[in-house]
Each structure stands twice: as structure tokens, then as C-alpha cells.
């Protein structure tokens, strides 16, 4: 492991946090003393992606990050709520057991995600992944949030006032 400041090779473990598919370490270099956070993540197994067109490619977890970061661009988004849609995907990916996945089934993961956490990024990232063919289609998936909004809005309502 090479200090990110000095690039000494030697350094020591201060403190160790597990989490469901990551450790965390604080490191101090032995060398110039400086503190940094190291990730590990468990390797998992080779998982396939079929994209729309039939072509199959290896399940990259940067271009998930990235898409969701552009849907999420200039928006009150923290990073570590990004982080976490990622992690919860990856790790629903792998707990399926399966050595390919439709890209379809990504999307939908992220899509019921960002619906919960951003409505403005949910119809950035609804726009690409679905290829809107007119302004009306995009009008109607609109259409569609506001009425699922006014639904959950009523039903958490029903349940305030059944306590």
C-alpha cells in the first residue's frame, strides 16, 4: 500500500470498520506521519451484463457510479447517498446468484432507487435509460411520478392517522 502523499510502502492500521461488502482502514505512513482511508471490497465472481442489443460485457460498477452521478449532477444529492444506490445494487446483483444480468433489470434497480431519493434525477436517468421518443412520452413518465407521489403522500397520511 503506498502512502498517497510520500508514496512509502510502509505504513500502519489505526482503526478497522466492516461494513456488508467493504472494510474501511485508517492508515498512518511510518514514513512523513500523514493519516489516510484505505476501501476493500470482497472480489466477487465475473458478472456479465447483456446489454439491449445481445452484445454481453463485464459488470463495471464506475460506469453504474457514473451514470447515477450525471442523473444526479447539480442537485442536492450527497455522494455517500450515490455511493450507497451503487453498493445496494452490486450487492443485490451478486446475492442473485446469476453469472449474467440484463441491463434492463440494472436500470430498473436504479430508476426505483432514485425515485425514493431525487424525483429531478429519477426523470434525468429515466430519459436516457428508457430513449423517450417525443416530448409526450416524456410528459406522461412526469405525469406518472406526480400520481405515484400523490398516492405514497395519501397513504402515508392513512397510516399517521391510524396511530
Known amino acids: 500500500m503506498l502512502c498517497p502523499y510520500c508514496a512509502h510502502t510502509e505504513n500502519r492500521v489505526i482503526d478497522t470498520r466492516e461494513s456488508a461488502d467493504v472494510i474501511r482502514r485508517r492508515r498512518q505512513c511510518l514514513k512523513c506521519g500523514k493519516r489516510?482511508?484505505?476501501?476493500?471490497?470482497?472480489?466477487?465472481?465475473?458478472?456479465?451484463?447483456?446489454?439491449?442489443?445481445?452484445?454481453?460485457?463485464?459488470?463495471?460498477?464506475?460506469?453504474?457510479?457514473?451514470?447515477?452521478?450525471k442523473a444526479c449532477a447539480k442537485r442536492p444529492v450527497p455522494m455517500p447517498a450515490i455511493e450507497g444506490i451503487v453498493d445496494e445494487i452490486e450487492l443485490e446483483l451478486h446475492q442473485m446468484a446469476k453469472s449474467e444480468v440484463d441491463s434492463q433489470r440494472i436500470g430498473q434497480m436504479v430508476m426505483q432507487r432514485l425515485r425514493v431519493l431525487d424525483d429531478?434525477?429519477?426523470v434525468r436517468f429515466a430519459s436516457v435509460y428508457r430513449r423517450f421518443a417525443d416530448l409526450d412520452s416524456l410528459a406522461q413518465e412526469i405525469q406518472r411520478l406526480k400520481e405515484r407521489k400523490q398516492r405514497e403522500a395519501e397513504e402515508r397520511l392513512q397510516v399517521k392517522m391510524a396511530i
Do not use: H, W
Open 36 to 69: 489516510y482511508t484505505t476501501y476493500e471490497r470482497i472480489a466477487q465472481t465475473g458478472l456479465m451484463v447483456i446489454k439491449q442489443d445481445g452484445r454481453r460485457e463485464s459488470f463495471d460498477r464506475q460506469k453504474l457510479m457514473s451514470g447515477i452521478v
Open 120 to 122: 429531478v434525477a429519477y
